[in-house]
């Protein structure tokens, strides 16, 4: 029973195979966190501590019991309003204008399997992989009704949270700040590891010490964005890639969110996961309801390594869905950085033809095809094929592309309108617009209302007329610009922002439904919305639009700490970089662009033939050990942005087979050599490195490691396969 609930003392119990989580329903009816960490057997309510605190109130009725205050309390689910004073997981603003709610248990309910969530991304399991628990609790006055939901995976040693809030009163309320998440800790100090970036710089890892005041991160883009990932990591001050205690959150949603990580006036701390609150005041009606969509949470004692791989194969296996959860992925070959807007139904054809030659699966028609767009200043919205440029229909194209044997795919943008678009001048209320104002252009183009059905409709009714015109296995789906400009024709505002990433979850669910054998590639201006939200329905994301394998190193570095391998897009790009300018060398390219979903994305033409026969290679190298890459567990080997190499491995669960991959950063005169020490492999077993026939002990290569080579190349790199004897 990975649930259950102690009868006496109103204990809450939630075991995985290496954590545990406790809480309980006090005497007055709250719910108090007890617990979140490493196995353990007891009640853990003797944590709990009770001292008079001076300007931190007392509910009334504890009486005249001072020693007994929310503002010290851990607490699962906090609320404003009722004398807790630090930051709160849900604020209610009543009918008369009052922000409070003062919820109490009402009663609770387990049940087998995993809970699912209406119309939001979820983690799903077997029904013998996962237990849910649902606790409700209310508020006596509004007649406000939050059942909290757990789901407990076992064996993944995951706990996943959400929130449904209804109203059951009989005044309209508003929500003005939910979380589905909270975890108060009544002692530790920690370092707070959260991933910042921008366009074309994704994911960058900064760890700091949490200190008194609110460590905040969040999205007001409409999208999780490139500027921070909804997913942090709170360790212990001294926790390292393989030892100490973390914990992570993972909020499984594509749109506004928020993070605090509070310490408190008594060195507690507190952290929240869920909705973004500006730009969002949900009204409830006579009962409505509000889903705050899910976190995923998890512990390890054992380091961020063994946390990420829990991660990695939570998302992998119980979030990703559909055929190509498991099926190998195609190497494709994305027409962008070989054309960008300027190309014909011939030039994708030659591309073809080359790609044939180079053993590459498909070729993806990116940006550009439909409509009037030979730039990004127009057409967005016109899904109709432009026949004129391709030169023939899009059947004809594709039916000549698979002729040469490469399968066909294509980009769409559909949450897009260009003001300069037939689409735009028939339906100017369609885009996201406040009345009176002029909108703010991103990219020039417009965001569409996607919370509006008929709008979602329309537009997909255009795109599965595209995808009806021929064989096409794989759609790249983008959104290139952050909404600005909050503002419904028809939705409730102050609904809009959740209410249109629910209308694109929606329209993602109905194109799964209609074409399960087409693989969806999620992207967003590259990485700016690679969240867990959107790998229920893409199993892959375009990792980020810069494509320089050194600063590829970092962003994939920082997405590996939640995000598994296989949801990473990732392909070998032409010299010099078009990001970058800066010239690495094909092999090194290829190394890192093996970290993940593996492509190109450059003209083979431009290629020269020695060159071609290195792609032939990396090819073959690539799909010989893409089922590792996909499916083994990765270790990170260093920090690329401290150490003077970047080295990660690949090793099947078996432990039977690895790879290595190093790329030395620095280069100096007379080098000294690096030493790489390797991880997870069978200490006791021989294993043979499949190149050099030498052979090791795991043990040696972990505990001594491996000399890199010294040769007089700029940034070199290796890719080491070793097989278990
Ligand atoms: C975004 C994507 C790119 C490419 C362009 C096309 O920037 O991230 O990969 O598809 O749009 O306009």
């Known amino acids: 029973m990975a649930i259950g609930f102690r009868q006496e003392g109103r204990i809450f119990t939630l075991d995985t195979k290496h954590t545990s989580y406790r ?94 969530l209406p119309g939001l991304p979820a983690v799903y399991a077997d029904a013998g992989e996962a237990e849910t628990l649902e606790i409700t609790l209310g508020d006596k006055v509004s007649g406000m009704c939050v059942t909290l939901l757990y789901g407990v995976l076992e064996e993944a040693d995951i706990i996943t949270r959400s929130v449904v809030l209804e109203n059951r009163g009989v005044n309209n309320v508003t929500v003005e700040k939910a979380a589905s998440a909270c975890l108060d800790f009544v002692t530790g100090s920690f370092d707070m590891l959260s991933f910042y970036g921008r366009h074309t710089m994704e ?38 890639e393989d030892a100490g205690g973390c914990y992570g959150m993972v909020f499984v949603y594509s749109g506004n969110f928020l993070f605090e990580a509070e310490r408190d006036q008594y060195d507690q701390t507190r952290l929240l996961m869920g909705m973004q609150s500006d730009l969002f005041h949900y009204p409830l009606e006579q009962g409505e309801k509000l889903v705050v969509p899910e976190t995923i949470l ?90 004129k440029k391709l030169g023939c229909t899009l059947r004809e194209l594709i039916e000549q592309i698979n002729g040469e044997g490469v399968k066909f795919g294509i980009w769409i943008e559909p949450e897009m309108v260009s003001e300069d678009s037939e689409l735009y001048r028939q339906h100017p209320d369609w885009a ?135 949801a990473v897009g990732s392909h070998v790009s032409a010299v010099p970089n078009h990001q970058t300018g800066r010239s690495v060398s094909l092999h090194t390219r290829g190394v890192v662009a093996m970290a993940g979903a593996f492509g190109y994305e450059l003209d083979p033409e431009k290629l020269t033939a020695e060159e071609r026969e290195a792609v032939r290679e990396q090819i073959r190298q690539y799909r010989s050990r893409e089922e590792l890459i996909r499916r083994g567990r990765y270790y990170r080997l260093s920090d690329p942005f401290t150490a003077a190499y970047t080295a990660w491995m690949f090793v099947s669960k078996d432990g039977s087979r690895a790879l290595l991959s190093v790329v030395m950063l620095e280069m100096h005169g007379n080098m000294t050599v690096s030493y790489v020490k390797l991880k997870g492999l069978d200490a006791a077993s021989v294993y043979r490195d499949t190149e050099s026939g030498r052979r090791y002990y795991g043990a040696d290569l972990m505990e001594a490691g491996l000399p890199m080579p010294v040769e007089l190349k700029a940034y070199p790199a290796y890719q080491i396969e070793l097989i278990r004897e």
């Open 23 to 116: 809480m309980k329903v006090d005497e007055y009816g709250f719910l108090l966190h007890l617990y979140y960490g490493g196995r353990v057997y007891g009640n853990m309510d003797y944590l709990l501590t009770c001292y008079d605190r001076g300007f931190s109130g007392n509910p009334w009725d504890v009486g005249n019991d001072r020693t007994y205050s929310l503002d010290v309390l851990p607490q699962e689910y906090p609320v404003m309003g009722v004398g807790d004073f630090r930051n709160s997981a849900l604020i209610v603003r009543n009918a008369d204008g009052s922000d409070c709610c003062d919820l109490r248990y009402i009663g609770h309910e387990i049940k087998q399997g995993k809970y699912g």
């Open 432 to 566: 996201l617009r406040i009345p009176g104002r002029e909108p703010v252009r991103g990219r020039n183009q417009l965001v569409l209302d996607f919370s509006r059905a008929d709008v979602r409709d329309y537009i997909f009714e255009q795109i599965c007329s595209i995808l009806d015109q021929g064989k096409i296995e794989y759609v790249k789906w983008d959104m290139n610009r952050s909404i600005a400009d909050v503002f419904s024709g028809e939705t409730e505002q102050g609904k809009v922002t959740y209410q249109y990433v629910l209308g694109v979850y929606d329209f993602l669910e109905r194109l799964l439904q209609k074409y399960p054998d087409i693989l969806l590639e999620g992207c967003s201006g590259g990485g700016g919305r690679f969240d867990a939200g959107m790998l229920y329905y893409t199993p892959q994301i375009w990792c980020s639009d810069n494509t320089d394998a050194l600063d590829r190193l970092r962003i994939q570095y920082g997405t590996s700490f939640f995000y598994p391998a296989s």
């Open 298 to 387: 998890c512990y390890s004692d054992q380091g961020l390594g063994a946390l990420s791989a829990r991660f990695h194969d939570c998302i992998r296996e119980h979030l990703c869905r559909g055929k190509f959860r498991d099926a190998p992925r195609p190497v494709l070959l994305n027409s962008w950085e070989a054309a960008y807007f300027t190309f014909d139904g011939q030039t994708l054809l030659k591309l073809a033809k080359s790609t044939a030659a180079l053993g590459i699966d498909m070729i993806v028609m990116d940006d550009g095809w439909f409509g009037k767009r030979e730039d990004d200043n127009s057409g967005l919205g016109d899904w109709q094929v432009n026949e």
């Open 203 to 240: 994911r960058n890892l900064q760890r700091e010490e949490l200190r008194h005041g609110t460590y905040a991160i969040g999205s007001r883009r409409g999208t999780s964005s490139h500027q921070y990932n909804p997913a942090v990591i709170l360790a212990d001050r001294n926790t390292t």
